[in-house]
C-alpha cells in the first residue's frame, strides 16, 4: 500500500497517514484537525516527509478522493469503565449488603419463631401447601457456593436496570471478578428472556441514535445476541419496515431522516453523496433517498462549506476545486458557485 491518508483503520479517527510501511501517529479528526496521536507503539512519519493534508471526505494515496466514506463506528456499551463502574459497584456493594442483611434478617427471624413445637397436623399442613416446587427450591440454594449465590445475585441486579445477552452478561460478571463457572452458573441460573433483552437493549440504541435494520442487528450481534435474537429485537424495536408513523413515513424512513440530520450536523455532503452514505449504513437507497429529499438543504451552501473545508487544509485552483467538488457529488453548478463564493 503507498504513502497516503486512509480511513483509520483502528477507528478512533476519521483518518490515519500510512508512510508506506506502518500506520503512523498522524491522524486527523471529522472536524478537519490534524494532531499527533500519543498513543505508545504508533510509528511516526519521517520529519523530513511531511504528509499532504487530505481533503475531508478521505483521500487514497495519489491524492484523489475516496468515494468510500467512513463508516460510523460502533460503539459497544462496555459498563465496566468510567461512570460505570461506579454505578456497578454500587450495585455490587447494594448486592452483598443485601445479602448480608437478607441472612441477618433470616437469622432474627429464626430466632424470633422458635417457640415450642406446634402440632404435627399444622406442619404438615405447612409442608403440604409449600408443594415439591420449595423443596426444589431449597435443594437449589443448598447445592449453591457462596461465589455461585453472589454471582446470581450480581446477574439478578445487573438486569434490574440494564439489557443484557448471556455472554454479554457472563462477560460483565467475568469483569467483576467472579470465575467464568460461576459467572455462567449465575445467568444460566436466573430467569430470562433472551429476546426480550435484546428489544431492550434495541430500544435502548434507537434512543441515543439512529439505526438502519441491518446496521441495529449488527449492533446488537456485536454485543453478543445470537443473529436470530437480534433480529427479532431489532424487528420488534423498529416495529417492522412496513409500519408507519403519523407522518406517514416508515420506521426504515425516520431512521435514515435522522442519520442524515446527524450527517450534516458534523460534515458537508453532496445529495448523491449523503445518499451514498446512508446506504453504506445498511439503509436501502429507497429509504435513503426518501431520507435525502426530505430534509431541508441548500445544497449550494453544503457545496460552500466543503470548499472552505478543503481550502483550509490545502491549496487549490479554481478549476480543481471545482472539479474536487464535482468529485463529491456536487453538480457543476453547485461546484462552480461555491468556488465563485470563497474567491476563486
Known amino acids: 500500500m503507498e504513502k497516503g491518508w486512509y480511513n483509520d483503520p483502528h477507528g478512533r479517527y476519521l483518518r490515519r497517514y500510512f508512510d508506506g510501511t506502518d500506520w503512523t501517529s498522524q491522524v486527523q479528526t471529522s472536524a478537519g484537525e490534524v494532531l499527533t496521536e500519543t498513543t505508545p507503539g504508533v510509528a511516526q512519519p519521517p520529519q523530513s516527509d511531511t504528509p499532504v493534508l487530505p481533503p475531508p471526505q478521505g483521500a487514497p494515496a495519489g491524492g484523489g478522493i475516496s468515494s468510500t466514506p467512513a463508516k460510523k463506528s460502533k460503539k459497544k456499551l462496555w459498563i465496566g469503565v468510567g461512570v460505570g463502574v461506579l454505578i456497578i459497584a454500587g450495585i455490587a ?33 405447612n409442608e403440604s401447601s409449600n408443594g415439591s416446587n420449595q423443596s426444589d427450591s431449597s435443594s437449589t ?10 454471582a446470581r445475585r450480581s446477574a439478578e441486579s445487573y438486569l434490574d436496570f440494564m439489557a443484557f445477552s448471556r455472554s454479554g452478561l457472563i462477560d460483565q460478571l467475568e469483569f467483576e471478578g467472579y470465575s467464568t463457572a460461576d459467572a455462567t452458573y449465575a445467568v444460566d441460573a436466573v430467569d430470562v428472556d433472551w429476546r426480550e433483552q435484546a428489544v431492550k437493549s434495541a430500544e435502548s440504541y434507537l434512543d441515543s441514535m439512529a439505526f438502519s435494520r441491518s ?14 435474537d437480534a433480529t427479532y429485537g431489532a424487528d420488534q424495536a423498529l416495529g417492522g419496515s412496513s409500519s408507519s408513523s403519523s407522518s406517514g413515513a416508515t420506521a426504515g424512513q425516520e431512521n435514515a431522516i435522522r442519520s442524515a440530520e446527524s ?21 436501502s437507497n429507497a429509504d435513503a433517498t426518501y431520507a435525502v429529499d426530505s430534509l431541508n438543504v441548500n445544497w449550494n451552501e453544503q457545496a460552500v462549506k466543503s470548499a472552505e473545508s478543503y481550502l483550509d487544509m490545502m491549496a487549490f485552483s479554481r478549476s480543481g476545486l471545482i472539479d474536487q467538488l464535482i468529485f ?10 461555491a468556488a465563485d463564493r470563497v474567491g476563486l
Not at 447445592?143 to 455461585?148: K, M, V
Not at 463529491?328 to 458557485?337: K, P, V
Open 93 to 125: 456493594g447494594a448486592a452483598n449488603d443485601s445479602s448480608s442483611n437478607t441472612n441477618e434478617s433470616s437469622t432474627e427471624a429464626t430466632k424470633t419463631d422458635e417457640e415450642p413445637a406446634s402440632s404435627s397436623d399444622s406442619s404438615t399442613a
Open 141 to 150: 440454594n443448598e447445592s449453591e457456593t457462596t461465589s455461585q449465590k453472589n
Open 215 to 228: 446496521g441495529l442487528i449488527d449492533q446488537l450481534e456485536f454485543e453478543g445476541f445470537s443473529t436470530s
Open 263 to 283: 450527517y450534516l450536523d458534523f460534515m458537508a455532503f453532496s445529495k448523491p453523496g449523503l445518499i451514498d452514505q446512508l446506504e453504506y449504513e445498511g439503509y
Open 328 to 337: 463529491e457529488g456536487f453538480s457543476s453548478s453547485e461546484a462552480t458557485y
